[in-house]
């Protein structure tokens, strides 16, 4: 059994910051790639940022500059957002490439997490 549980969501001001965690848990040989998605109201679910096991890094464009990824071990995975805008309102995922001690491959969701940035 494998989970991901995410955390340090809320409510912040516009150009506030927030920090979100997102933990692994579980029969976990290795973990790939580590990422946070995030799904507004009425909209698709989109990559916000991605870390590999080696440490490299890729933003969306709406993001780059303002959010960092970062990985503090191999199974945690942190998103500092700073200068918080409006649009960055949704529900953000944890999601992680991982390899159960099984051998076998697949890709994990955490619960979700809620960001809401007032104006």
């Known amino acids: 059994q494998v989970h991901l549980v995410e955390s340090g969501g809320g409510l912040v001001q516009a150009g506030g910051s927030v920090r979100l965690s997102c933990a692994a848990a579980g029969t976990i040989f290795r973990i790939n790639a580590m990422g946070w998605y995030r799904q507004a109201p009425g909209k698709q679910r989109e990559l916000v940022a991605i870390?590999?096991?080696?440490?490299?890094t890729d933003y969306a464009d709406s993001v780059k500059g303002r959010f960092t990824i970062s990985r503090d071990n191999a199974k945690n995975t942190y998103l500092q957002m700073n200068g918080l805008k409006n649009e960055d309102t949704a529900v953000y995922y944890c999601n992680a490439d991982i390899i159960k001690t099984d051998l076998s491959r697949q890709d994990y969701w955490g619960q979700g997490t809620q960001v809401t940035v007032s104006i």
């Open positions: 870390i590999t096991s080696g440490g490299s």
